[in-house]
């Protein structure tokens, strides 16, 4: 079965670029998306096929694939950006997600 | 602007079925479909399956095939989640997401606006 990988953590200060990975075979055949989350709120979906943004999404969050690894780039992090974020894919009408990264911004 | 409201925290006991609730705002609910996700504490997020609003079609998780069901209310527009047969691993929270589609072509799978969660507690 697919398994999808993400650091569990990752600290930054404050205006600087986080880069989240996620990676998994499945990637090399299925887009990737990540959702942002936190406490007491509802999910935000932020990135679809790998590098697409949605509408309302600030474009300091962006996506990018390369082989079987996504990447989550936050250029200019700010605080409001702590959170933790994940990646996730469908295939074989399943959907698979990663274990989630928090990210810290101080 | 686009909003999905979940029903209320739930305590069960095994072997009960629970019923969650969401209720769509600020978009035709017959034009998307309703994904339901859930979290156990430490484990990962697992989709469940998903209903086209519009003919009610549905696709379930393989995990839970036999044991949930989702339905919807076109005149509420409203979504509804059902798992029967509740043990302690359920407890969960359960989420409701909105597809930009209907999921009737490949396009499915972007949880484009999502609930807030609804806390399942399974416990005798």
């Known amino acids: 079965s697919y398994e999808l990988t993400q650091p569990s953590s990752l600290s930054v200060s404050p205006g600087q670029t986080a880069r989240i990975t996620c990676s998994g075979d499945?990637?090399?055949?299925?887009?990737a998306r990540w959702f942002q989350r936190k406490p007491g709120q509802a999910p935000v979906f932020l990135i679809y096929?790998?590098?697409e943004r949605p509408s309302g999404i600030p474009d300091r969050f962006s996506g990018s694939s390369s082989g079987t690894t996504v990447t989550l780039t936050i250029s200019g992090a700010q605080v409001e950006d702590e959170a933790d974020y994940y990646c996730?894919?469908?295939?074989?009408?399943?959907?698979?997600f990663g274990g989630g990264t928090k990210l810290t911004v101080l | 602007q686009v909003q999905l409201v979940q029903s209320g925290a739930e305590v069960k006991q095994p072997g009960a079925s629970v019923k969650v609730s969401c209720k769509a705002f600020?978009?035709?609910?017959?034009?998307?479909?309703v994904h339901w996700v859930r979290q156990a504490p430490g484990q990962r997020l697992e989709w469940m399956g998903w209903?086209?609003?519009?003919?009610?079609?549905?696709k379930y998780s393989q995990k839970f095939q036999a044991r949930v069901t989702i339905t919807r209310d076109t005149s509420a527009s409203t979504a509804y989640m059902e798992l029967s047969s509740l043990r302690s691993e359920d407890t969960s929270v359960y989420y409701c997401?909105?597809?930009?589609?209907?999921?009737?072509?490949?396009?499915?799978?972007?949880?484009?606006?999502w609930g807030q969660g609804t806390l399942v507690t399974v416990s005798s």
């Open positions: 499945v990637l090399a055949e299925k887009y």
């Open positions: 600020g978009y035709t609910f017959t034009n998307h479909a």
């Open positions: 096929k790998d590098s």
């Open positions: 997401a909105r597809d930009p589609g209907d999921c009737s072509t490949m396009s499915c799978y972007n949880f484009e606006h």
């Open positions: 209903i086209n609003a519009a003919n009610g079609n549905t």
């Open positions: 996730y894919s469908a295939a074989d009408n399943n959907v698979i």
